[in-house]
């Protein structure tokens, strides 16, 4: 599952005005950007090897960069969870997602970046079903 496909996903909760993968660029307010999370664990193996699974695992973060105003940036965060969280079988770009799993309870306030910007932190994982 590729962050482009996740991040044009993303956009359809209409939360956010900019959308980004990888990097900030100019740091634009209420922007959302898209990252691999770091991992330490193993590929999905299953009995008899790859041609007998039928599932793949992305582990993402998102980065929810909004304004100035931590009432309103926690707001959009909380918003933003909560859309993920109500999220049963549905497809992105196609490719059917079996489970999202939010891998915190909640988003993660991660504070203010050098120019007193409010950002805050989403984790989770996509199942989805491999072609």
């Not at 482009?4 to 959308?19: C, E, M, P, T």
């Not at 634009?28 to 695992?57: A, F, M, N, Q, W």
């Not at 918003?79 to 490719?95: K, M, P, V």
Request: a negative charge; one cysteine or more.
């Amino acid at each position: 599952m590729r962050l482009a496909k996740i991040r044009d996903w993303l956009k359809s909760f209409n939360i956010g005005d900019n959308f980004y993968i990888g990097k900030l660029d100019n740091k634009k307010e209420k922007s959302i950007g898209v990252y691999l999370r770091d991992r330490s664990d193993h590929p999905v193996t299953t009995i008899g090897g790859l041609p007998c699974g039928t599932y793949d695992i992305t582990s993402v973060k998102l980065l929810i960069h909004w304004n100035h105003n931590s009432d309103e940036s926690e707001q959009a965060a909380r918003s933003l969870f909560a859309a993920l969280r109500s999220q049963t079988q549905f497809t992105i770009d196609n490719t059917l997602i079996h489970y999202l799993e939010l891998l915190c309870p909640e988003p993660i306030e991660v504070g203010t970046d050098d120019n007193g910007v409010y950002e805050w932190v989403i984790d989770f994982s996509i199942y989805y079903e491999r072609t």
